[in-house]
């Protein structure tokens, strides 16, 4: 915790000087082990392997850098997913159990990695000198605002790792998405699906999708650009990308199969 707050800090002395590809990974890497230790992580091997075979698939056309991606499955039913600098992405087992497709998956896959190839993180970091960034509760990605001990664990420093995207940074993590899932031969239309389901989720069971949408700015007009995204995409290759696959079946039904994780304890604080 003290080394990633020396690097945040490091990182807003130096002003104008860019956030270094290094300083993004190593800030990654710590939330990551910090997060890793409060979450409810599904361990299920085989689940995990694929989603970081999908994941990867995805991520490895769509990332100049060479990054390590990581993808995890929260045994969490709140409809999220989302991304920490460097390549650590998250997933919540109620967003895939409101996927019944892969491509729906993929989409929001596609999405997070979008925030991380553009860097969205590691440029709000670079701006922020000092001025209020929107920070989305750390308790609501860990889902336990109720809880005084954990919602306090990790809080100074995460501000701008937990940033909320601003809306020019979902609109271009969304053609990201487009762009990334395509590459990999996946239909971009499962992103606007997968869409279209938080918003409909938010006006029915708005506690569930409170988290998606506190980090990610999103309205109705959203679906209207994406499907201008996808009407760009030649035809002809549209009609050639998968939707789905028996493999991913496979996996959700062996999610949506597993026993709940116990969440680890409350450890009272991150240092
Ligand atoms: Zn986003």
């Known amino acids: ?122 440029k709000t970091i670079q701006k922020e000198q000092g001025a209020t960034v929107g920070i989305v509760g750390l308790c609501v990605v860990l889902g336990n605002c109720n809880d005084p ?26 053609a990201e998405g487009v762009k990334n899932v395509v590459r990999a031969g996946i239909d971009p239309r499962g992103m606007r699906d997968m869409f279209q389901t938080l918003l409909a989720e938010r006006k029915a069971r708005p506690g569930v999708v409170d988290a998606w949408f506190a980090s990610h700015p999103m309205e109705e007009d959203r679906i209207a650009h994406v499907d201008a995204l996808i009407a760009q995409v030649n035809p002809a290759v549209l009609a050639t990308l998968t939707k789905d696959s028996p493999r991913y079946d496979a996996f959700r039904a062996r999610v949506m199969a597993l026993p709940h994780v116990k969440k680890p304890a409350a450890s009272g604080g991150a240092n």
Not at 149 to 171: N, P, W, Y
């Open 1 to 122: 915790m003290k080394r990633l707050l020396a690097i945040v800090a490091g990182a807003t002395l130096l002003g104008a000087c860019a956030v270094t590809t290094q300083q993004e990974v190593q800030m990654g890497q710590n939330y990551s082990s910090q997060l890793n230790a409060q979450l409810a992580l599904i361990q299920d091997p085989e689940a995990n392997r694929y989603l970081n075979v999908l994941g990867d698939s995805i991520a490895r056309l769509a990332d100049q850098r060479n990054l390590t991606w990581h993808f995890y499955l929260v045994d969490d039913s709140a409809i999220n997913a989302f991304a920490l600098p460097g390549g650590y992405i998250y997933v919540n087992r109620g967003l895939i159990e409101k996927a019944p497709h892969m491509d729906e998956l993929a989409g929001v896959l596609g999405h997070e990695i979008g925030h991380v190839t553009k860097r969205h993180t590691a």
């Open 149 to 174: 001990l954990t919602s306090k664990a990790i809080d100074i420093g995460a501000s701008a790792v937990f940033a909320k995207f601003s809306r020019q940074d979902e609109s271009e993590a969304d």
